[in-house]
């Protein structure tokens, strides 16, 4: 089969219109053609310096496992593309496999295809370079919308949840993106952005360079370690000074509140580590939360917040359940 024709096939996979026989063909191109193989090698061994040179090989060696597993004859239980970016996502591999593959070999075409949808489930993280040299960093349940156009045309963007952006410069081609209610513009700079769809409240955080954000007909511009907390109700926006780090430690598994609610911190932790939570007693939703916790594991993120708060938490079927703690409630009352 001619590269044109590999091409038409992945356009048509990343539309989610391939048949079986049409991936396993793909998956076989990709196992077998050397100048993919190679680039696959050269963005491992981009990655982040924190992991070290062994993961990596270790990375690159089980993922093409994995590809090859797909073509063993009589194997019944061939893994689909999607998995494997699963997986490259929750190692922190800096790409976004397929969508890096077919900018890498196929981007000269200007076709139709669908949208390009690349994301961080609930109790992930993923990191992926784009093709034009800028890095995106996906906090859990979190997903970017990349359009054929992106780098051609435009450089825009969708996102839905928390992102970190590091921007690849170029004046030409403003960097653009778009989340619901508003969208922020920069030339080269980073910043990061928190606006799930299903939240009310959403800012925006910029430790490099300068954005401008649109807003309810009105234009913000923010300079390094200013915050702007949108309200989407109301349409109101408001700017603070901050200290950048704070609120972009989430990408070395370090969780900062700054004076939240504790429905909307409930709601974090259920993303950050998959997990489903009820709040038993009203009373505790609205208790505001200052301070920064390592996020290495669930227990002691919880119990950092049953330790400074008049909350405790108990596990019914897998369910955590927040409730009151009256015993200390008196306690915190007065040592405000």
């Given at each position: 089969?001619?590269?044109?024709?590999?091409?038409?096939?992945?356009?048509?996979?990343?539309?989610?219109?391939?048949?079986?026989?049409?991936?396993?063909?793909?998956?076989?191109?990709?196992?077998?053609?050397?100048?993919?193989?190679?680039?696959?090698?050269?963005?491992?061994?981009?990655?982040?310096?924190?992991?070290?040179?062994?993961?990596?090989?270790?990375?690159?060696?089980?993922?093409?496992?994995m590809i090859q597993e797909t073509?063993?004859?009589?194997?019944?239980?061939?893994?689909?593309?999607?998995?494997?970016?699963?997986?490259?996502?929750?190692?922190?591999?800096?790409?976004?496999?397929?969508?890096?593959?077919?900018?890498?070999?196929?981007?000269?075409?200007?076709?139709?295809?669908?949208?390009?949808?690349?994301?961080?489930?609930?109790?992930?993280k993923a990191n992926v370079t784009?093709?034009?040299?800028?890095?995106?960093?996906?906090?859990?349940?979190?997903?970017?919308?990349?359009?054929?156009?992106?780098?051609?045309?435009?450089?825009?963007?969708?996102?839905?949840?928390?992102?970190?952006?590091?921007?690849?410069?170029?004046?030409?081609?403003?960097?653009?993106?778009?989340?619901?209610?508003?969208?922020?513009?920069?030339?080269?700079?980073?910043?990061?952005?928190?606006?799930?769809?299903?939240?009310?409240?959403?800012?925006?955080?910029?430790?490099?360079?300068?954005?401008?954000?649109?807003?309810?007909?009105?234009?913000?511009?923010?300079?390094?370690?200013?915050?702007?907390?949108?309200?989407?109700?109301?349409?109101?926006?408001?700017?603070?000074?901050?200290?950048?780090?704070?609120f972009t430690d989430w990408r070395?598994?370090?969780?900062?509140?700054?004076?939240?609610?504790?429905?909307?911190?409930?709601?974090?932790?259920?993303?950050?580590?998959?997990?489903?939570?009820?709040?038993?007693?009203?009373?505790?939703?609205?208790?505001?939360?200052?301070?920064?916790?390592?996020?290495?594991?669930?227990?002691?993120?919880?119990?950092?917040?049953?330790?400074?708060?008049?909350?405790?938490?108990?596990?019914?079927?897998?369910?955590?359940?927040?409730?009151?703690?009256?015993?200390?409630?008196?306690?915190?009352?007065?040592?405000?």
């Amino acid at each position: 089969m001619e590269k044109k024709n590999y091409s038409v096939l992945f356009e048509k996979y990343l539309a989610d219109k391939t048949t079986m026989h049409e991936k396993r063909t793909l998956i076989r191109f990709l196992s077998t053609n050397p100048e993919i193989d190679d680039w696959f090698r050269e963005q491992i061994q981009a990655s982040s310096p924190e992991i070290s040179g062994d993961l990596k090989q270790k990375m690159y060696l089980e993922i093409m496992k994995m590809i090859q597993e797909t073509n063993a004859p009589g194997n019944k239980t061939r893994k689909p593309l999607r998995l494997l970016m699963r997986v490259a996502a929750a190692v922190f591999l800096p790409i976004a496999l397929a969508f890096g593959i077919y900018h890498f070999y196929f981007s000269g075409r200007n076709s139709d295809i669908a949208p390009i949808r690349i994301e961080a489930e609930r109790g992930e993280k993923a990191n992926v370079t784009l093709p034009d040299g800028s890095r995106v960093w996906l906090n859990s349940n979190s997903h970017i919308v990349c359009y054929n156009a992106y780098n051609h045309r435009d450089r825009q963007l969708v996102l839905d949840g928390e992102a970190y952006f590091e921007v690849a410069h170029n004046p030409s081609k403003p960097f653009v993106v778009q989340c619901g209610d508003f969208q922020v513009e920069a030339l080269g700079t980073a910043f990061d952005i928190k606006a799930y769809h299903e939240d009310s409240i959403v800012y925006a955080v910029l430790a490099e360079g300068k954005v401008k954000l649109s807003f309810a007909d009105k234009n913000f511009f923010l300079t390094p370690n200013e915050r702007i907390v949108l309200n989407k109700t109301t349409k109101t926006a408001t700017i603070e000074r901050i200290d950048a780090t704070d609120f972009t430690d989430w990408r070395r598994n370090r969780l900062r509140f700054e004076n939240e609610y504790f429905a909307d911190i409930a709601k974090t932790i259920s993303r950050i580590y998959n997990v489903e939570y009820l709040i038993a007693d009203e009373s505790i939703k609205t208790l505001r939360f200052t301070g920064a916790v390592d996020n290495t594991n669930i227990e002691s993120v919880l119990n950092v917040i049953t330790l400074t708060s008049p909350v405790f938490y108990t596990i019914e079927n897998s369910l955590i359940v927040f409730h009151e703690d009256k015993r200390k409630k008196d306690y915190f009352k007065s040592a405000r």
